[in-house]
């Protein structure tokens, strides 16, 4: 390998897992956090909208902490009973101030344990309505930028809020999902649709390889589709997570990506 | 004027006002927030356990920043329906991650508006349990120390709290309470009791520049009694609360006493 | 006057007065709910969703039994931050089952003082939402028909849900707003539309006199609007608001018009 | 056997079986609901105060009646993120008017399949607070009494409160715990003592069996001790409760003691 080729790869063949955590609540559980920091770079962790405690977030932040994962504001709706899955009209004077409300919280044990929070990533409903959703995607950047850390926001390369984060100036981390089928558009095909979630441990990995790599992946129709990303979401709350991780992983240590937080 | 006498009177002559603030919640209203803003120097800010959501926590730090009044957690038990004012058996634990959680949300504000929380405030049942509880003391210590910004703690003097928080190394600023009657072991009197309450305006200015000078109040019973501090709490939810504070401010600025925050 | 013609004009000559009632939390107060229940004769209590607690209930429930008053269930959208006027994309199902909690646990109050919840009606966003959404409509009716109690809704003279209720069997009751601007299609002229809320008495009670009378009233534009009401929704949460209620019942009590709750 | 053995002996073996139910929340489960609800004979159904929402209130109590269990409504202090078991100073008012609302919002489920709640247990540390504690007795037989339809209240037979249930008229109905060590004086060995829950089925079995008989068990320390129960609580929310429900089930048949609730 030469140089320039080495240099040329080796900037692509850097990717971060990112998954979410932290989902548990009071006496309630949700995730095998414990193994799954042992297998991402980025940590979203609940802030207590959607899920999330006190307690929770502390020993999710120094979790993470000791694993050497990387820190991220997980932001909902305010909807505990519905797990902020469910569409709430809000205003962007809400979303600013319930945005701010839950980074902040969040630093708080991330201070304690000497870090930071790096990036924000919305949760749930919060996060399909911003995708095309430009007043909503406006008032996360103002959290955002008024929050005044360097934060990142981390979202999937589609829709109309792209254009309104690079604007205001906010800088954006892509991801894809390995465990996702896609429209041939580059949208997620809707859970509610067969064959919508892959659970396959070897096609996750293949198709986690391939999203790591630059290579296209099969849409939905057979179509070829090229998913520009820099972090890959692992999901947590689906049974068998844990699997699909460490397969998707192996994957890429065999393709020769490194693993790797984008902040 | 001498270096000694002028540097012993002017330290005596400074006195901090503080007050409860951002106590409103959802389309609920609490306390004449604008009014005080203009009167005090430090606003003790509800973060949202027992009142205060993140627009009144966005509208109380804008506000507190435009008076040029210094920014305090309201801490409490998580109590919304009971505005904090029953006790609640939490561990030490779980006020730890409660203050953290609490100082944090009200940290993304103040970032915001270019400033920073200054200290913690205890609220209601928590504030009385923590006075005599080496439990909670600690845990707040705890938290207060592991946030790591230098913050103190405003609270009574009085109560095994205080050498709790001396040992531990926190900033401890007194307060005093201008419209309420002390035992003679400077407790106050419960609310409970007829007389606890002082609502004469005049009373409270009178009460309010001896405890600014250091000269004795009378207790309950008659006997004189000296509470040492650099702050006077002005009640921010009772009626006429905003007539006491003109009267108290009028009658420290005739006594030559300097109203300014401590922090 | 003949036999019949008195015998049907007596049927037109009784109205409802309906009003939000038990809307305090907590340490917070809403609405002047002890003079308006002198004067209306349905209280749409506040169930805990978007207002309302079970102090709040008891004492609310314990007023409108003493004053003579029929109880209704005021239901909501789980959203207490936002009071309710926030839409929210729940499901049939989650509607069904909010509504039952809400009515049962009214009913509870309205065991002790030895009457019943008597009809259901929707508040802010989710009365909106229903006027037109044939789902949420289904689901209100699943909910008051299998509670089986002989509930009645208490709903507006328009959109699609109407239909829903007739055909589901759910005895409807429709109300109309004295205070309110209506298009010539008979919905409301949005709040943030100048001139959509009437805040003279002297107005409201024309109006309020021709809606028990089956007059037309004025819709914007000018045209003429029939609305078909046996009852009148009189606004707690609104300044004036007693006032607003002593002219429309002086007007209702002069012009002949007997006020007594539908159920 | 005798007609007057008989009958007296008849009397004795019979026992119920309650379990706490419906403990989930939103997206979190908790508890083998359906397979206990095979088992037990009546359900103590959470009301959302430390657990439960509506859906889960609609399913258990779905569920219970399919399977022939009685329903109760397990009260709890207001605390969902502590699960309700942190000890909280309420007023009596206020542990009536929160009992009064948990036991409507279950009623609502109750009627809606044709059933009513027939009993209330009180959950966690209002449980533990509730045996000694005078005042929130009689405000739990205020709450019970007012609702007006003869419920009565589980419970165990220690403290004073039984005194007070009994001067109300409270109709009260005793449990035992197979699963749990017991003082000599009656009581229950903290759960924070080593051996103070017993976990071998066979154990648990014969214990409950020697309950259900009217036998002594062992206390701590090996003295005897009788304790009067017409139920036995089943734990949910350990590990094993199913196997030990089994056990103790078939432990009881064999023993010729029929399993029936007693509402």
């Known amino acids: ?3 320039v080729a080495a240099g040329t790869r080796s900037r692509e063949l850097v990717i971060d897992l990112n998954s979410d955590m932290g989902e548990a609540f009071g006496a309630y559980r949700m995730g095998p956090d414990a193994e799954l920091l042992q297998l991402v770079t980025s940590a979203n962790i609940a802030c207590g909208f959607h899920a ?3 307690r929770t977030m502390e020993a999710t932040v120094a979790g993470a902490v000791a694993a050497g994962v990387a820190i991220g504001a997980h932001v909902s709706y305010p909807d505990l009973v519905g797990f902020g899955r469910r569409q709430m009209k809000i205003s962007a004077d809400e979303l600013v101030t319930d945005v701010l409300y839950q980074i902040g919280a969040l630093e708080a044990f991330a201070r304690r344990h000497g870090t930071s929070v790096r990036y924000v990533k919305a949760h749930g409903a919060l996060y399909n309505d911003l995708v095309d959703d430009e007043t909503l995607a406006g008032a996360l950047a103002e959290a955002v930028l008024t929050y005044g850390s360097g934060l990142s926001v981390l979202t999937m390369p589609a829709g109309t809020s792209l254009e309104v984060f690079e604007k205001a100036g906010v800088p954006v981390v892509l991801e894809a999902f390995a465990d996702r089928a896609y429209t041939p558009a580059g949208r997620l095909v809707s859970r509610k649709e067969p064959g919508s979630v892959i659970t396959d441990p070897a096609a ?10 630059g290579e ?8 070829e589709l090229r998913v520009q990303a820099r972090s890959i979401c692992v999901h947590s709350d689906t049974p068998g997570s844990v699997a699909l991780a460490v397969a998707l992983r192996e994957s890429l240590t065999a393709a020769g990506v490194q693993v790797k937080a984008f902040s």
Chains 1, 2, 3, 4 share one sequence.
């Open 1 to 3: 390998m030469t140089g």
């Open 52 to 54: 999330g405690d006190p």
């Open 204 to 213: 996750v990995a293949e198709r986690g390889r391939r999203l790591a790599l």
């Open 216 to 223: 296209p992946i099969e849409a939905r129709g057979g179509e």
